[in-house]
């Protein structure tokens, strides 16, 4: 047993010493009425004055420990994803209080944007900056502060040279949900989990048909048909370098630099890929809504503006109640449109505001984000170009969730360097990881439409 686990030990033998004799000592006092005596006082005081030692003894031995995990700080950084996750250890002991921060690092609630849906934004935040100071950084209060309060995968208990860190299930609804609160396809396409690198989802195709049956004859036979939906998970990395004192004495910056800057890139990742996806490798292979549906085998899926509607700024009434009206109808359907900010203004507000009735309070208002009674969803991933801009896909209309779907196979996983030239410059490299998959599968074909379609402009 190594000399800090030994001082820990202590304290904690010695701190429930003291509140045993506490509580005996006013039982005591209490059955008898009276104040305690001098001798009891002064017992208590030793007590007091032997877990302050040990608290200062404690702190020196962190900090050799620490010094101690500088000198392997420098690592070679693993360029491609972690070949494996390490299994975190589990407290022994989580206590049941509410964590507490230290004052120094508090901050004002309202100007936090990562976490913001939890209980506490800022102590949620501090406990992940926390989680990642002692993972990532060696920090050793970071360290020990987890361990109290019931944040899991440590510093002592895993390895980051042996393939990164799993970040604890405590942290990844928000995270996700700070993905969807940026990104817009993993908000509205089906999400399904992924048990296994490659996942298998059936799709129903097609429906039995109903006949008129003369009396005493056998009902004409229809059978359902479907086809399986395939999903293979992609790695996808984000890296994000941070200023190596955040890592000692900022947890709550260093919390939400993380969980923003990683959750912002993998949103636009998938923002694009799942819209614009050109089926490179530089988009993991995947084929998007837009790019699909204009491949030439979902024409009909396409509704084409009218003549010289070649831009966002010519586009018609008729053209957008052409396109809600050619949707087919499905059980379930979510319909609504997405399109860019930019394209938005361009068409569907201008629109609104010409038809007439507008007042001041109307225009000082805005435009809701609603056209011909249906939501409208803005992603400037999708076509922003104001000019004029033929044969084109402007926008899409439909449920995305019927014609898309997306495979979680792993939330996020994060491994970091702090050697080579982050070391010189002070600085330590955090790279944060996640495998998923989309597939566009429900556009329809050259006859029917799907529950999708796609606005494009004509030629001329």
Known sequence: ???????????????????????????????????PTDEERAKFDGLLAEIDQLKVDMEAAEADRVRAARLGVAQDFQRTAPARLTTPSQPTDIPDRVPMIPAQFRRRRDTLKAFASADDPERQTYAFGSFVAATLGGNMRADQWCRDNGVYATMSSTSNAAGGFAIPDIFI?????????????????????????TAIWPRRTGGQTAY??????????????????????????VMTVVPRNLMEDAMIDLGELVAIESAHAMATLEDTVGFNGAGTAA???????????????????IYEALAGNTAFSTLDLVDFEGLAGAL???????????????????????LLDAAGGNTKSDLA???GLQFLGYPVVLSNTLNTTL??????????????????????????????????????????????????????????????????MAMKTPAS
């Open 212 to 237: 008129f049956t003369a009396e005493g004859a056998n009902p004409t036979e229809s059978d359902i048909t479907g086809d399986n939906v395939s999903l293979v998970a992609k790695e996808v990395a």
């Open 328 to 350: 087919p109808i499905f059980p379930g359907q979510n319909q609504m449109w997405f399109i860019s900010k930019p394209g938005f203004y361009a068409s569907m507000a201008r």
């Open 283 to 301: 988009h993991g292979g995947i084929h998007g809504a837009t790019v699909k549906i204009n491949d030439g085998n979902h024409d009909a899926g």
């Open 365 to 367: 208002g805005g435009t």
């Open 1 to 35: 047993m190594d000399k800090l686990t030994q001082l820990r030990a202590s304290y904690g033998e010695k701190l429930k010493a003291a509140k045993d004799f506490n509580a005996a000592l006013e039982a005591n006092c209490k059955k008898e009425n009276r104040d």
């Open 387 to 452: 000019g004029a801009d033929a044969s084109a896909i402007k926008l899409l209309f439909g449920d995305l969730a019927q014609a898309c779907m997306m495979g979680n196979r792993r939330a996020y996983s994060i491994a970091s360097d702090g050697g080579g030239k982050y070391f010189q410059a002070g600085t330590i490299a955090i790279k944060a990881t996640a495998r998923f998959d989309v597939n566009v599968h429900s556009l329809g074909d050259g006859t029917n439409a799907g529950p999708l």
């Open 173 to 197: 609804p928000d995270l996700i949900r700070l993905v969807e609160l940026r990104g817009v396809f993993r908000q509205f396409a089906a999400v399904k989990p992924m048990a296994s690198d």
